[in-house]
Protein backbone atom coordinates (compact mmCIF):
# COMPACT_ATOMS: atom_id res chain seq x y z
CA UNK A 1 0.00 0.00 0.00
CA UNK A 2 3.00 2.41 1.10
CA UNK A 3 4.39 2.08 -2.29
CA UNK A 4 1.48 2.47 -4.57
CA UNK A 5 0.85 5.66 -2.19
CA UNK A 6 4.58 6.66 -3.37
CA UNK A 7 3.33 6.47 -6.87
CA UNK A 8 0.50 8.49 -6.25
CA UNK A 9 2.18 11.22 -4.64
CA UNK A 10 4.88 11.36 -7.90
CA UNK A 11 2.58 11.69 -10.44
CA UNK A 12 0.86 14.16 -8.45
CA UNK A 13 3.20 16.13 -7.85
CA UNK A 14 4.34 15.51 -12.07
CA UNK A 15 0.83 17.19 -12.96
CA UNK A 16 0.94 19.78 -10.20
CA UNK A 17 4.26 21.05 -12.06
CA UNK A 18 2.88 19.95 -15.36
CA UNK A 19 -0.21 22.69 -14.74
CA UNK A 20 1.73 24.94 -13.37
CA UNK A 21 3.81 24.93 -16.42
CA UNK A 22 1.10 24.98 -18.99
CA UNK A 23 -0.32 28.26 -16.45
CA UNK A 24 2.68 30.32 -16.85
CA UNK A 25 3.02 29.65 -20.51
CA UNK A 26 -0.45 30.48 -21.09
CA UNK A 27 -0.31 33.44 -19.06
CA UNK A 28 2.59 34.80 -20.78
CA UNK A 29 1.63 38.14 -23.19
CA UNK A 30 1.13 37.48 -26.81
CA UNK A 31 3.16 39.12 -29.34
CA UNK A 32 2.07 41.63 -31.45
CA UNK A 33 3.03 43.36 -34.52
CA UNK A 34 5.95 45.80 -34.14
CA UNK A 35 8.13 44.32 -31.43
CA UNK A 36 11.64 43.17 -31.63
CA UNK A 37 11.79 39.63 -33.12
CA UNK A 38 8.87 40.33 -35.49
CA UNK A 39 9.76 39.47 -39.23
CA UNK A 40 7.26 41.05 -42.15
CA UNK A 41 7.13 39.42 -45.95
CA UNK A 42 4.66 40.14 -48.56
CA UNK A 43 4.49 43.24 -51.03
CA UNK A 44 2.64 44.42 -54.06
CA UNK A 45 1.52 43.30 -57.13
CA UNK A 46 -0.40 45.69 -59.57
CA UNK A 47 -1.84 45.55 -63.28
CA UNK A 48 -2.77 48.57 -65.49
CA UNK A 49 -4.17 48.91 -69.21
CA UNK A 50 -4.47 52.80 -70.27
CA UNK A 51 -6.03 53.36 -73.61
CA UNK A 52 -5.62 57.33 -74.42
CA UNK A 53 -8.54 58.71 -76.65
CA UNK A 54 -8.97 61.92 -78.11
CA UNK A 55 -11.57 63.59 -80.24
CA UNK A 56 -13.58 60.06 -80.20
CA UNK A 57 -10.27 58.02 -81.59
CA UNK A 58 -8.65 55.53 -79.08
CA UNK A 59 -4.44 55.36 -79.39
CA UNK A 60 -2.12 52.95 -77.99
CA UNK A 61 -3.23 50.86 -75.14
CA UNK A 62 0.03 51.02 -72.17
CA UNK A 63 0.23 47.79 -70.39
CA UNK A 64 1.91 48.51 -66.68
CA UNK A 65 2.66 45.10 -64.82
CA UNK A 66 4.42 45.75 -61.46
CA UNK A 67 5.99 43.48 -59.19
CA UNK A 68 7.46 44.37 -55.73
CA UNK A 69 8.29 41.97 -52.95
CA UNK A 70 8.93 42.93 -49.11
CA UNK A 71 11.10 41.64 -46.79
CA UNK A 72 11.65 43.09 -42.85
CA UNK A 73 13.05 42.89 -39.42
CA UNK A 74 12.19 44.69 -36.35
CA UNK A 75 16.12 44.71 -34.56
CA UNK A 76 14.19 46.64 -31.46
CA UNK A 77 10.71 47.79 -31.18
CA UNK A 78 8.87 49.95 -33.72
CA UNK A 79 12.46 49.90 -36.02
CA UNK A 80 12.08 47.96 -38.91
CA UNK A 81 15.27 46.88 -41.22
CA UNK A 82 13.70 45.95 -44.88
CA UNK A 83 14.70 44.97 -48.13
CA UNK A 84 12.82 45.72 -51.71
CA UNK A 85 14.85 42.86 -53.02
CA UNK A 86 13.41 42.83 -56.51
CA UNK A 87 10.91 45.00 -58.09
CA UNK A 88 9.87 44.58 -61.37
CA UNK A 89 7.60 46.96 -63.61
CA UNK A 90 6.81 46.12 -67.17
CA UNK A 91 5.53 48.60 -69.80
CA UNK A 92 4.33 47.87 -72.88
CA UNK A 93 3.18 50.35 -75.35
CA UNK A 94 2.33 50.14 -79.30
CA UNK A 95 5.01 47.71 -79.57
CA UNK A 96 7.74 48.59 -77.20
CA UNK A 97 7.93 47.66 -73.89
CA UNK A 98 10.30 48.88 -71.16
CA UNK A 99 11.46 47.08 -67.72
CA UNK A 100 12.54 48.21 -64.53
CA UNK A 101 13.96 46.94 -61.97
CA UNK A 102 14.64 47.95 -58.50
CA UNK A 103 15.81 47.31 -55.72
CA UNK A 104 15.43 49.20 -52.25
CA UNK A 105 17.10 49.06 -48.37
CA UNK A 106 13.98 50.21 -46.09
CA UNK A 107 14.31 51.12 -42.94
CA UNK A 108 11.16 52.19 -41.30
CA UNK A 109 9.71 53.37 -37.90
CA UNK A 110 6.65 51.46 -37.23
CA UNK A 111 4.41 53.49 -34.72
CA UNK A 112 2.88 51.48 -31.48
CA UNK A 113 -0.82 52.01 -30.65
CA UNK A 114 -3.34 50.48 -28.75
CA UNK A 115 -5.24 49.09 -31.74
CA UNK A 116 -4.85 46.98 -35.20
CA UNK A 117 -3.37 50.28 -36.77
CA UNK A 118 0.19 51.09 -37.65
CA UNK A 119 1.06 54.47 -38.70
CA UNK A 120 4.88 54.04 -40.62
CA UNK A 121 7.68 56.29 -41.93
CA UNK A 122 10.26 54.62 -44.69
CA UNK A 123 13.08 55.85 -46.08
CA UNK A 124 14.06 53.89 -49.68
CA UNK A 125 17.65 53.98 -50.80
CA UNK A 126 18.82 51.69 -54.06
CA UNK A 127 19.55 51.28 -57.14
CA UNK A 128 17.34 51.60 -60.53
CA UNK A 129 17.99 49.80 -63.71
CA UNK A 130 15.96 50.40 -67.18
CA UNK A 131 16.18 48.87 -70.28
CA UNK A 132 14.26 49.12 -73.28
CA UNK A 133 16.68 50.00 -76.63
CA UNK A 134 19.37 50.40 -74.49
CA UNK A 135 20.15 50.26 -70.69
CA UNK A 136 19.88 53.22 -68.28
CA UNK A 137 21.01 53.12 -64.10
CA UNK A 138 21.57 54.99 -61.41
CA UNK A 139 20.83 55.18 -57.30
CA UNK A 140 17.61 56.22 -56.66
CA UNK A 141 15.88 57.71 -53.33
CA UNK A 142 12.79 58.26 -51.85
CA UNK A 143 10.00 58.08 -48.84
CA UNK A 144 6.97 56.24 -47.83
CA UNK A 145 4.70 56.52 -45.26
CA UNK A 146 1.15 55.20 -44.44
CA UNK A 147 -0.75 52.56 -42.30
CA UNK A 148 -0.54 49.43 -41.98
CA UNK A 149 -3.74 48.03 -40.89
CA UNK A 150 -3.77 44.33 -38.60
CA UNK A 151 -7.00 42.75 -40.57
CA UNK A 152 -6.75 39.43 -39.46
CA UNK A 153 -4.73 37.33 -37.42
CA UNK A 154 -0.17 38.10 -38.31
CA UNK A 155 -2.00 39.70 -41.86
CA UNK A 156 -1.28 43.73 -42.63
CA UNK A 157 -2.90 45.89 -45.31
CA UNK A 158 -0.48 48.30 -45.79
CA UNK A 159 -1.62 51.17 -47.68
CA UNK A 160 0.68 54.50 -47.99
CA UNK A 161 1.68 57.22 -50.08
CA UNK A 162 5.16 57.23 -51.51
CA UNK A 163 7.44 59.44 -53.48
CA UNK A 164 10.73 58.14 -55.53
CA UNK A 165 13.30 60.27 -57.44
CA UNK A 166 14.54 57.57 -59.84
CA UNK A 167 17.84 58.39 -62.05
CA UNK A 168 18.49 56.82 -64.86
CA UNK A 169 21.72 58.32 -66.07
CA UNK A 170 23.01 57.11 -69.67
CA UNK A 171 26.75 56.94 -69.54
CA UNK A 172 28.80 59.94 -69.42
CA UNK A 173 25.56 62.25 -68.52
CA UNK A 174 26.62 65.63 -66.63
CA UNK A 175 22.54 66.29 -66.10
CA UNK A 176 20.08 64.27 -64.28
CA UNK A 177 18.18 61.59 -66.02
CA UNK A 178 14.73 59.99 -64.52
CA UNK A 179 11.54 60.17 -63.13
CA UNK A 180 10.02 61.47 -60.14
CA UNK A 181 7.72 59.03 -58.90
CA UNK A 182 4.60 60.34 -56.65
CA UNK A 183 2.20 57.10 -55.84
CA UNK A 184 -0.70 56.02 -54.01
CA UNK A 185 0.54 52.16 -52.87
CA UNK A 186 -1.46 49.23 -51.56
CA UNK A 187 0.05 46.01 -50.13
CA UNK A 188 -0.52 42.71 -47.83
CA UNK A 189 2.32 41.40 -46.04
CA UNK A 190 1.88 38.63 -43.23
CA UNK A 191 4.39 38.67 -39.72
CA UNK A 192 6.00 36.63 -37.90
Known sequence: MRILS?????????????TMM?????????????????GEIGGNI??????PVANGVSGDATTIFAFSPFVG?????GFEIGLDPL???SISSGGHSTTEVMFFVAPAYNFKTQSNVYPFIELLLGYTSQSNSSTESGFSWGGRGGVKVDVVSHALLNLGVEYLNINLNPSGAVNRYGIDEFA???GF????
Open 73 to 77: YFPAD
Open 46 to 51: SFQSLT
Open 22 to 38: VQVASGQEQKSFATEGT
Open 87 to 89: GIT
Open 184 to 186: LSA
Open 189 to 192: TVWL
Open 6 to 18: QDCGRYLVIMVLL
